[in-house]
Structures are given as C-alpha cells and as structure tokens.
C-alpha cells in the first residue's frame, strides 16, 4: 500500500515521533546547531563583538584551516592526542575487562572493590590532580619507591612521559565507568556456553578468551569508541596536571589550544578551525575502530 | 571541558552576536553619555576588595538614593577575562568592572565591549590628572583611554628572614641587587637547606605566568620597557637576553623548580623567596616573617632607578551600559582621593595616582612596610596596550618555557624566533 510523504516520514507510529521531539529539539539546540555554526565561524574571519558592533565578517575559505595546520602547536597537540589514544584506549579495554571479568566472579569485598573503582570516576578532577601531582612530582611518593629509578626530569615535566602518564591518570580515573558497562554485558553471557566449554576440556583462561571476550563484542566496541571520544575532547588534565599543556606543549590537547586560541586570545574562527578538524578525525578514527572491534556485531 | 562543550560555547556566542547585529548602534552612545539612573558594578572577590566595594556603594547610594548602584563580585569563571568577554557578547556586561586587566583591553575593545572615556568632557583630564605620566601607557593603539588606571601590585622581591638566617645571609640588607649577588644567595638557600627552591615562579604555561619571573626584571633592566614597542618585540634585545640567561642559571641549577605547585611554595617555605606585589602581604600575615627588596638587575642598579611590572587592575566602562553619566560620576567618586586612601587601607594595594606617599601620609606613617611599594609604585611598567596582546604573550611565554624553564633550547635563539611571530602579530595592530 502506498503511504504519503507525511506517513512515510512518521512511519507505522505516528505517536512515536511526539515522544522523540524533544530529544530531537535538544540534539539540534545543543549539538546540531552548534555544530553547524563553528563550521560556519571556521570559514569566516569571526571574532565576537558586543551586540550593536558593526563589523565585517568575510569569508575566507580554508585561509583558518590553513593557519590551523601551518601552526606546530596545534599539528603537535594532535600528535599528542594520538600518543593518548594508543595508550589509553587498549589499557581502558584490558584493564576494565579484566577488572569486570574478576568483580564478577564469587570473591569476597566485592561490592568494596566495585565501589573503589567507581569513586574515582565520580570525584572532581581538580580534586584528584592534586593527588597525583604529590604522587608523580619529583619528590613524590612514586619517585621514591623507585630511588633511582626515577625518571630525571620527573613524569609531569618530562616531555617524553608527560602525555602517557596523563593517559595513565585518565585510564584510572574513567575506568570505574567502562568496569560498570562490562559488568553489565557479562551478566548476558550464557552460563551455558562455560559449562560447554568446561566440558570441552577449556581452562580458565581459555573460557575467557573464547567465551567471555566474544561474548561481551558489543561492549567492547561501546567501550572503544566512548573511550576515544572522551579521549580526544581531553583538556581538565593538561590544563591542570600539566599546567597549560606542559613541559613546552608536550601535554597539550588539541581541545586545550582551542580554549586558548579561541577564547582567551579570541579568535573563535581559529578554535574553530581546530574543532571541526577534531570532529573528522574522531569521526574517522570511530569508523575505523567500529570496522575492525565491531566487524562480528554486523 | 569536552569538545561538544567547546564548540557549543563558542556558537552559542557567537549566535548572540548574530542575534544582536541589528541593536543598539552608536546613535544611542551621546544619549547614554549624560543618562543618569541605576547602574550595575563588577568588583573582585578577594575579602579586601569586596570591603572595599561594599563601603563605596553604601556611601554613594546613601546621597544618590535616585542613581542606585547594584555591585556583585565578578561571577566565577576560568578567569574574569573569560567572563567579562563573555558578557561583553551577551550584551549583559555591567557598566563598570573594577578589575578589568589591562592586557586584555585590546580584546574588548575589538569586541566593541568598551567605552572610549575620553567620550565625557573631563574624562581625560582626570585620568592625567589622577594618575599623572603613568597614564599613558594605558591608552589604547588610537590615542583614547578605554581603561581608568586605578591600583597596581608593583612586582617586588620577597624574602623570608627565617630562612636568610639559616642560610648566613644578612636578613637586613641581603645581597640581592645583581644577578650574581642573587644567584650566589640562592645557591646558599639551597644548600643549607634553608628552602628547597630559592624562588618559585610559577612554571606553568599560561600567557600571564611572564608577569611574575621574566617581565618585571626585564622592566628593571631596561629602564622601564615594555615588551613591545613601537610595533617591535623588545625582548630578544641584550637585556632581555641577560633576563632569560639569569632564569635559565635558576633553573639549570635547580634553583628553581620546573614543576607546578598547588599552595603557596612562599608561604609554604619551600621557597625562601617570591616575586609578588603587595596585594600578597595580607596572606603572609602571622606566617612569614619576611622582608622585601626590588627585583634584581646584572649591574645592581640603585632601588630608585629600578623599574617593575606593574600588575595593575584597572576600571573599564562597558558598552552595554545606558546611564553612562552615572557610571562616570560612580567611576570618579570611587577613584577619588578619599575612596583611593580607603582602598588602601583595606588591601594595601597601590591606587595609581600621582605621589601615593605623599597623598596618605598618615597611613604610611602607621604602615612603614608598605612604603617601599609606594615608592616602586611610581617607577612601573605595563603590559604594552596592543592588538593581540594575550596572543603575543603567549607567544613569548611559549618560547620562554622552552628555553628557559626547561632548557630545550637556547635562550637567546628562542627569543629572537619567537620576536619574529610578535613583530608580525602586532603589525595587525
């Protein structure tokens, strides 16, 4: 049966898309919009202005996406953020698995450890940097277990370790989260398929391998794609760790040098220039990943 | 802040600006230059100013029941400039901002967020007549004041005579006039174990963190320079060069800390000395007994020959005000003698006006130790009132810290690069 346009566009239940307009109105009012307007502001030559200020807005073409990628803070800040990805994104899997994997079996202080691990994500960033500059500074806690060890300059304003001991901040501080969407997808592998595999001569390891990672796909491809988004919008940690992306831009995120370049120096058309990029990039690194964790889901 | 977040706020300004294109105009400035009625007002938020601000706009609207003033402390934000510029966008800035940094002037008036004062009859006369030759430096690239010089911190050399005595150095009159004088004090710090770091500027990246290690030597060395003039970078010069080697001694000799600390490594003691204004007195209260000097320079010049950075705060008119005749009487009557002698005593700041010893002599009787900051007072630099002024400074800072603090270049050959990008920046001027 042929429908009209207004049906086809509201499908079978025309009730339903009541009830999404109001996501709907929020993702244009909060996302979609603004969106398009730094798309727009990075064509443009934009600063902002009092309202009543008359001034000339003229479109420039790409001349702010080539000043964004002529600039070496900024093609350095993402070399950065890439550094990040490749350490934080497999120790967010590894570790959260593992940690789900054995929060989920029988073992005594379990709620205590679940909690443990959820705390950190829930307190405030300021707050746990502080810690952590007492940990890692030169004469910290970690510095002095290791003695000698210690690397000179110390983490924080060594230019090779600075970004992946921030990674490593901010493995520990999210992982409480991806422990949490693990646990959830463990609840829905059949108990069935270990007792298969236990009658199959399988280890414990060996279950794990080809029972439990297979069976928890979906989550895995949830957990590194939301690990790499909230990687690359990384700016609480070299904005405070790190003091502003330190030592000498080693830390520093491209989200940080939009803050800079485009609110405190005030060229928004530049921030945002260096946002569009970034939204390309984790788009295409989103597409990529989805290609080959989430290949079996499809 | 996530990226959503970011782009958000920049469109959601920017969509402001959109919407309000069309209000407003310079048709209504004359108007609301003589309009008098209720203003708004933006003060600090340390507890001194706040003191301060209350007692002023009790007193003037207790005789001005008709003009009444509404203060608050400036809303929290990363910084006051982000907000400022961020009302300033909104449309919904107040009439006058008691903290309004002079670097980031430039910026607002760009935005077209400022009120040339110069635009009331008497407006330049009294800022010349209040703040004497210092004055000029806050006037902006065309010739007009956007800016009402009104208190500085000038930059001083702290010391903390607990630790100097540990140490075996003269807790009355130490040696810290030249470069070698404070290098080898530091160097006795240190390895008496007096303080872990001789001086603790702050090592951070952020474009201001100059103010407080590199720029108010630089001042003293030449003579009261600013880093650019005339369109040019003056800081890759000889002296500037002498600045940045003297730092790079601090902290290749780990005189100096490269890492950043949370608390106050002064007060703390693990620094023996800071580079601060007087602002910082009220927080040594009852905790460091200190002593203070000027900042030092390579040939020791003579304490009445050397120059500082100012770290001046000053009051701005905003463009969204309409009863600007009224904001202009409340900027003189909060700026006058009598307000100026009250801000003083309630934080110790210095009001930039001319001859501050001379004006309170009573309270510098009762306060000897802030005499030394009036007398620096006089002699003090400013950030150079240019177009891209935030962007220009952490330009220099970037090659700073590089260099400087952590030594992955040659001081001399990152000032000059880095002079190259400043000249360029400020020819958009």
């Not at chain 2, 800390?257 to 023996?272: L, N, P, R």
Request: glycine fraction near 8%.
């Amino acid at each position: 049966m042929r429908r009209g346009l207004l049906g086809r566009v509201l499908g079978e239940h025309p009730v339903g898309a009541v009830f999404v307009t109001p996501y709907v109105v929020f993702l244009a009012a909060v996302f979609a919009y603004p969106l398009g307007f730094a798309v727009y502001m990075s064509f443009h030559d934009y600063f902002f202005t009092a309202p009543g200020a008359i001034v000339e807005r003229p479109f420039v073409g790409f001349d702010n996406y080539v000043t964004v990628l002529s600039d070496p803070a900024v093609r350095r800040a993402f070399w950065n953020v890439l550094v990040f990805l490749v350490i934080n994104v497999p120790l967010t899997v590894v570790l959260a698995l593992g940690l789900a994997n054995a929060l989920n079996a029988a073992i005594r202080w379990r709620t205590f450890f679940r909690v443990s691990y959820y705390v950190p994500y829930v307190t405030a960033s300021v707050a746990v940097v502080g810690v952590w500059l007492f940990l890692f500074n030169s004469n910290g806690l970690v510095n002095s277990v290791l003695g000698p060890l210690a690397p000179d300059p110390s983490w924080l304003v060594n230019s090779k370790l600075a970004m992946p001991t921030v990674a490593i901040y901010v493995t520990w501080k999210q992982l409480g989260f991806f422990i949490l969407l693990y646990l959830a997808a463990l609840q829905n592998v059949s108990k069935d398929l270990y007792e298969a595999a236990a009658m199959d001569g399988a280890d414990k390891w060996k279950s794990f391998w080809n029972v439990t990672v297979p069976g928890v796909r979906p989550a895995t491809t949830l957990v590194v794609l939301l690990a790499t988004v909230t990687g690359a919008n990384l700016f609480t940690e070299p904005y405070l760790l790190t003091g502003g992306g330190g030592p000498d831009g080693a830390s520093a995120s491209p989200v940080l040098v939009m803050y800079q370049k485009g609110i405190e120096q005030g060229n928004p058309d530049i921030g945002s220039a260096i946002g569009v990029l970034l939204v390309i990039a984790v788009l295409a690194l989103a597409l990529i990943e989805r290609r080959f964790v989430g290949r079996e889901e499809s | 802040m996530k990226l959503q977040a970011g782009l958000l706020a920049l469109a959601l300004a920017g969509s402001l600006v959109a919407c309000g294109d069309s209000g407003g105009g310079a048709g209504d400035a004359d108007a609301a230059a003589s309009a008098r009625g209720p203003i708004n007002i933006w003060y600090s938020n340390n507890a001194e100013e706040v003191a301060w601000g209350k007692q002023m706009v009790a007193a003037w609207n207790a005789a001005h029941p008709d003009q009444k003033v509404t203060a608050q402390e400036i809303p929290t934000g990363k910084s006051s400039e982000e907000v400022i510029g961020a009302a300033i966008t909104a449309g919904n800035a107040p009439c006058l901002i008691f903290n309004t940094s002079p670097a980031s002037v430039s910026q607002f008036q760009k935005q077209g967020g400022l009120v040339p004062l110069d635009s009331f009859s008497d407006g330049t006369s009294y800022i010349e007549e209040r703040s004497g030759d210092v004055a000029k430096q806050y006037k902006s690239s065309d010739g007009k004041y956007y800016q009402l010089p009104w208190k500085s911190n000038p930059v001083m050399i702290f010391y903390n005579k607990k630790a100097f005595a540990k140490a075996g150095i003269d807790t009355t009159k130490p040696p810290l006039a030249t470069y070698d004088e404070f290098l080898a004090a530091s160097r006795k710090i240190v390895a008496s174990k007096a303080a872990k770091f001789a001086i603790y500027p702050a090592p951070s990246n952020e474009f201001f963190q100059s103010w407080f290690d590199f720029y108010p030597l630089f001042a003293a060395e030449t003579g009261g320079k600013q880093l650019v003039a005339d369109g040019k970078a003056q800081f890759n010069s000889d002296e500037g060069k002498k600045v940045a080697t003297f730092w790079r001694t601090m902290y290749a000799d780990k005189l100096a800390s490269q890492e950043k600390y949370t608390g106050d490594a002064f007060v703390d003691g693990t620094a023996a000395m800071a580079a601060v204004g007087p602002w910082a007195i009220a927080t040594y209260k009852g905790k460091v007994d200190w002593g203070v000097v000027p900042v030092p320079t390579s040939a020791g010049k003579p304490a009445d020959e050397i120059h500082t950075f100012s770290d001046a705060k000053n009051v701005a008119m905003y463009s969204a005000c309409k009863n600007r005749g009224t904001a202009w009487d409340v900027l003189k009557f909060a700026t006058s003698k009598e307000q100026d002698g009250k801000f003083l005593a309630a934080s110790g700041q210095m009001p930039l006006r001319k001859d501050v010893t001379a004006a309170y002599p009573d309270y510098f009787a009762k306060n000897p130790d802030y005499k030394v900051f009036a007398d620096q007072a006089a002699r003090t630099v400013e950030v150079p009132n240019v177009a891209n002024s935030i962007t220009i400074w952490q330009t220099f800072r970037d090659a700073y810290s590089k260099s400087v603090i952590f030594g992955q270049e040659d001081p001399g050959t990152a000032l000059d690069g880095a002079a190259q990008k400043v000249d360029q920046l400020a020819k958009q001027s």
